[in-house]
């Protein structure tokens, strides 16, 4: 079965930085668009990045000139390097792999299990 496993989470202070990634791991044949969520208490998970497999990147406005998401050329890996960051950007950050595997002949989605980023004093 496919995994999603993100990491780099945790606490920093205001105008800090962290790096997140995400690693999809199994019978893995291609994946096309790669992304990042967040969602904080009370709120709807929401689009961060998305990043598709030619290198094309979107960002939500509320993030860009800040955040920058990248994949490597295998399309395994995806990284979400957050500069200056805020208050708001506190949430639990969820990676999405679009995959097509050896076994099967449709796409899915799979999610990680959400990486925790809390910035605060």
């Known amino acids: 079965q496919v995994q999603v496993v993100e990491s780099g989470g945790g606490l920093v202070q205001p105008g800090g930085s962290l790096r997140l990634s995400c690693a999809a791991r199994g019978p893995i044949f291609t994946i096309n668009d790669m992304a990042w969520y967040r969602q904080a208490p009370g709120n709807q998970r929401e689009l961060v990045a998305s990043i598709t497999n030619s290198g094309s990147a979107t960002y939500q406005d509320s993030v860009k000139g800040r955040f920058t998401i990248s994949r490597n050329g295998a399309e395994h890996e995806v990284w979400l390097q957050m500069n200056n960051l805020k208050p708001d950007d506190t949430a639990v950050y969820y990676c999405?792999?679009?995959?097509?595997?050896?076994?099967?002949?449709?796409?899915?989605?799979?999610w990680g299990q959400g990486t925790q980023v809390t910035v605060s004093p």
């Open positions: 999405r792999a679009d995959v097509l595997t050896y076994t099967s002949s449709r796409w899915a989605t799979y």
